[in-house]
């Protein structure tokens, strides 16, 4: 596995977060500024600038016991400051699958 | 059935306490994740969108009634309450807790289930026919063959890291429903001049972003060579697969770069080596393995049972009947299969109360044993006839007598976007359109057999390359396109689709094969001739007009 | 790195050699291939031992003649997902009968002991120095194998030859 660090130069085109999936039960998690992880986005940390992105994810590599597969990812940041996912795949990490029902009835 | 001796189970246990070690050390930081990642996978377990991913073995696609409720058990006490059949005879869970996994595999090696080599670059799952040892007409039975070699191949001290992962598959009938031909090593089990029981043997076959039919490289391996003729495939694999290139690393590559002639030259000079050694396999073995192998107390029943005579009164029973019944080698019994394709439904998911439910009937009426096959569907493999009726209606109760099997609703699918971590786009949702378009029994039946098969992405787990309308999605700028094949097959006239013409957005799918179905039922000749001939008589272009004249 | 023999922790005799640098006057020394082959009459005269370091993506025929007056053969792990090296120590087990120590080293983890074992392995250059404290229990995880190899265990198949047997023995 190549590190995330090691991936190609980090550029980020808009407001972003570092999102990983939490490593003893595996669900969604995000970065926070308190340097730990929360399964609520809107406790994320936004990151505007490479260099932040490339902080910000080293910084969730490290932590390799609390979260697995670190990335950056798009968001989307309102007016009021609501955070939301950039793109349909961290939409439906977010929200869940999007099949109406998770199984036949 | 196979039952586990008392030396299976050992190994099974022995392999969840290394598990349960290794997640200890993985939870307490001892283990990275990137040394974890493998010993993970390994045992089945993948770190997907929402969660770690957790996929059960099946091998050769049998399993017992006690079997099937211990998957039901694991839907229900580690995950979500439901379960989705894949289409290598394997079952996955999407929600499980790295720290409950081993609880979970505790309680599933129990009952002789386990998820050894469900992913990795290791021998995987061994599949076979879900029909074996009950089709009419078949050589003979291949699970036990392939369970010699689901058990030469298990932990195998050489070839536990190889390129890439390596897939095996078995078939004995003349019809292949093991899709021999998109495996690593497909094997043909078939009988020489002197009536011995021995495998034509392919090699190179796969899906992917290179997908290739595979090749024959032997026209006969007598069954006791074959686990050394396997071995000296895998042998001269791994130390010749590219292991430079992930997407150039799977034997199928190494086969088209040296060409089958070279490729097999160096196989052969391998097996020469070691063909008479301790891997011989002689009758005894075959007949020990044979007896662990129970079969059904069949009755003499009569061909044509009154209660079926009744119940052919029936519309719905006689739609399911000529859909979801075929015949079996036993007269007076046939094989049920269970579709999994319901109306707006995810292929190939089952509830917990569903899989229950079903070994309760399995119970009642197939001698306690359940199949499943890569198509992602179920099926009872020794209904008396004469149950037929009743186990309709409580199949239908459940949901479970959808009258699809092999028409258009009868859709392959990977999980997709909604649920994997390499997809690009989603397909569940897109069989769950198609479904509905074509919901109306009648129309689905007028169209006669048509595989759609659909992947989220060019790793191809939803086979598109082999479905007669193959469907396959990418992300252009952000959002999702399928580029649509027709004319693919996975069975023994194994075939790849061709393109259509450009890609086309999520919305516009489920019109697209509507006229793709709309061409094909004015061009056929006769209602008889099926898509995949239509296709074969007039090639791609005559759909591409039609599909492409208002696009 | 610790060195696990015999399933303990030792000293290693062998000082590594890399390409260039002088053969010492005495001891044992560890050669890269390319080394050894370029002058093995040479290194063969010294008064140490001689083990030689193979990479796994040479053929394990070139060492072939040499076999019976080297002392050791290190193969590599660049990273233990890379797995040629398995194949090469049965090559050299069971099909040219070499005796001398099979040394595992690069990437070599706790969870690879039993297959590396079970490949002919009987020496290994443990990345942590908790795997290699770890080492005498993790090699007895197992006690089923289903595959034969150099190492002589019984298989699954041939103990349950041998149970039919015994038991029709006694009926």
């Known amino acids: 596995m190549t590190s995330p660090l090691e991936q190609k130069k980090i550029k980020i085109a808009g407001p972003s977060i570092v999102t990983a999936n939490r490593t003893w039960d595996g669900i969604v998690v995000y970065r926070t500024a308190a340097r730990s992880w929360s399964a609520d986005l809107s406790e994320a940390a936004i990151v505007r600038n490479s260099d932040e992105a490339k902080a910000l994810l080293a910084e969730s590599v490290a932590d390799d016991v609390g979260a697995i597969g670190p990335y950056i990812a798009p968001v989307q940041v309102g007016a009021d400051g609501k955070i939301e996912p950039g793109n349909l795949r961290e939409q439906i990490r977010r929200t869940g699958v999007t099949i109406g029902q998770s199984a036949q009835a | 059935m196979y039952a586990y001796d008392e030396i299976d189970r050992t190994l099974v246990n022995e392999r969840v306490s290394e598990f349960r070690d290794q997640v200890k050390r993985r939870l307490s930081g001892e283990l990275t994740e990137d040394e974890f990642k493998i010993l993970r996978l390994q045992n089945g377990v993948y770190l997907q969108l929402h969660a770690y991913m957790f996929r059960v073995a099946i091998p050769y696609g049998t399993l017992a009634t006690n079997q099937l409720r211990a998957l039901a058990h694991v839907a229900r006490k580690y995950d979500r309450g439901y379960g989705h059949f894949t289409t290598r005879q394997n079952i996955q869970f999407n929600w499980i807790k790295l720290a409950e996994l081993p609880d979970a595999l505790e309680d599933l090696a129990k009952v002789g289930i386990h998820a050894m080599q469900t992913s990795g670059n290791n021998m995987r799952n061994v599949t076979s026919d879900q029909w074996a040892g009950v089709a009419p007409g078949e050589i003979e039975d291949p699970r036990i063959w392939s369970e010699l070699i689901r058990q030469h191949t298990t932990l195998h001290p050489e070839f536990s890291f190889l390129p890439r992962k390596f897939k095996i598959a078995i078939t004995a009938s003349d019809h292949d429903r093991a899709a021999?031909?998109?495996?690593?090593?497909?094997?043909?089990?078939?009988?020489?001049?002197?009536?011995?029981?021995?495998?034509?043997?392919?090699?190179?076959?796969?899906?992917?972003?290179?997908?290739?039919?595979?090749?024959?490289?032997?026209?006969?391996?007598?069954?006791?060579?074959?686990?050394?003729?396997?071995?000296?495939?895998?042998?001269?694999?791994?130390?010749?697969?590219?292991?430079?290139?992930i997407y150039k690393a799977r034997i199928k590559i190494l086969v088209h770069e040296l060409g089958i002639e070279k490729f097999s030259r160096e196989v052969e000079e391998e097996w020469q080596h070691i063909r008479n050694s301790s891997l011989q396999i002689d009758d005894e073995v075959i007949e020990d393995i044979r007896s662990r192998f129970t079969y059904p107390a069949y009755e003499k029943l009569p061909y044509m049972p009154d209660e079926l005579r009744q119940a052919a009164a029936d519309p719905d029973f006689e739609a399911w009947r000529k859909n979801s019944v075929a015949p079996h080698k036993v007269q007076g019994y046939s094989i049920v299969t269970i579709s999994l394709k319901p109306t707006g439904g995810p292929p190939g998911d089952a509830t917990a109360e569903q899989m229950d439910a079903l070994a309760d009937l399995a119970d009642r009426y197939s001698f306690g044993e359940i199949r499943v096959g890569h198509e992602q569907n179920l099926a009872l493999p020794h209904v008396a006839k004469r149950d037929l009726p009743a186990l309709w209606k409580a199949l239908d109760k459940l949901g479970l007598?959808?009258?699809?099997?092999?028409?258009?609703?009868?859709?392959?699918?990977?999980?997709?976007?909604?649920?994997?971590?390499?997809?690009?786009?989603?397909?569940?949702?897109?069989?769950?359109?198609?479904?509905?378009?074509?919901?109306?029994?009648?129309?689905?039946?007028?169209?006669?057999?048509?595989?759609?098969?659909?992947?989220?992405?060019?790793?191809?787990?939803?086979?598109?390359?082999?479905g007669h309308i193959g469907i396959l999605g990418v992300e252009k700028n952000g959002e999702e396109v399928y580029q649509i094949t027709i004319g693919g097959r996975a069975d023994e006239n194994?075939?790849?689709?061709?393109?259509?013409?450009?890609?086309?957005?999520?919305?516009?799918?489920?019109?697209?094969?509507?006229?793709?179905?709309?061409?094909?039922?004015?061009?056929?000749?006769?209602?008889?001739?099926?898509?995949?001939?239509?296709?074969?008589?007039l090639g791609v272009e005559p759909f591409k007009e039609r599909v492409y004249a208002t696009r | 790195m610790p060195l696990v023999k015999g399933g303990k922790i030792m000293g290693d005799s062998f000082v590594k050699l890399a390409v260039d640098t002088p053969q010492p006057e005495g001891g044992d020394i560890l050669v890269p291939a390319e080394r050894f082959l370029g002058d093995a009459e040479g290194l063969l005269e010294g008064a140490g031992k001689v083990g030689v370091i193979w990479p796994n993506n040479r053929d394990i025929v070139e060492?072939?003649?040499?076999?019976?007056?080297?002392?050791?053969?290190?193969?590599?792990?660049?990273?233990?997902?890379?797995g040629r090296a398995y194949s090469q120590a049965r090559l050299l087990r069971e099909?040219?009968?070499?005796?001398?120590?099979?040394?595992?080293?690069?990437?070599?983890?706790?969870?690879?002991?039993?297959?590396?074992?079970?490949?002919?392995?009987?020496?290994?250059?443990?990345?942590?120095?908790?795997?290699?404290?770890?080492?005498?229990?993790?090699?007895?995880?197992?006690?089923?194998?289903?595959?034969?190899?150099?190492?002589?265990?019984?298989t699954a198949l041939h103990r349950r030859m041998q149970l039919r047997h015994s038991e029709g023995v006694g009926t």
């Open chain 2, 494 to 537: 194994a075939a790849l689709g061709t393109l259509i013409g450009p890609g086309v957005k999520f919305d516009e799918v489920a019109d697209v094969v509507e006229d793709i179905v709309e061409a094909y039922l004015a061009l056929r000749e006769r209602p008889e001739e099926l898509f995949m001939d239509t296709v074969k008589r």
């Open chain 2, 180 to 245: 021999i031909k998109v495996h690593d090593i497909g094997l043909r089990l078939i009988k020489n001049e002197k009536g011995e029981t021995g495998f034509e043997v392919l090699v190179g076959g796969g899906l992917g972003r290179t997908p290739f039919i595979a090749k024959t490289i032997r026209h006969f391996v007598h069954g006791g060579d074959i686990l050394s003729y396997i071995e000296a495939i895998l042998r001269v694999y791994n130390q010749y697969g590219r292991r430079d290139n």
């Open chain 2, 401 to 466: 007598a959808t009258p699809n099997v092999n028409l258009i609703t009868d859709i392959i699918a990977c999980p997709g976007l909604d649920y994997c971590s390499l997809a690009n786009a989603r397909s569940i949702p897109i069989a769950q359109e198609l479904t509905r378009r074509f919901a109306n029994h009648e129309l689905a039946n007028l169209i006669g057999r048509l595989h759609i098969n659909i992947s989220g992405c060019i790793n191809a787990c939803g086979h598109h390359h082999v």
């Open chain 3, 63 to 82: 060492l072939v003649p040499y076999l019976d007056r080297i002392a050791a053969v290190a193969l590599v792990f660049p990273t233990f997902r890379d």
């Open chain 3, 95 to 154: 099909r040219y009968n070499y005796r001398g120590e099979l040394r595992a080293t690069g990437q070599v983890l706790r969870d690879q002991f039993v297959f590396m074992l079970r490949a002919g392995f009987d020496a290994f250059e443990v990345k942590k120095q908790a795997d290699a404290e770890a080492f005498m229990q993790t090699a007895k995880r197992y006690s089923v194998f289903y595959q034969p190899t150099g190492d002589g265990r019984i």
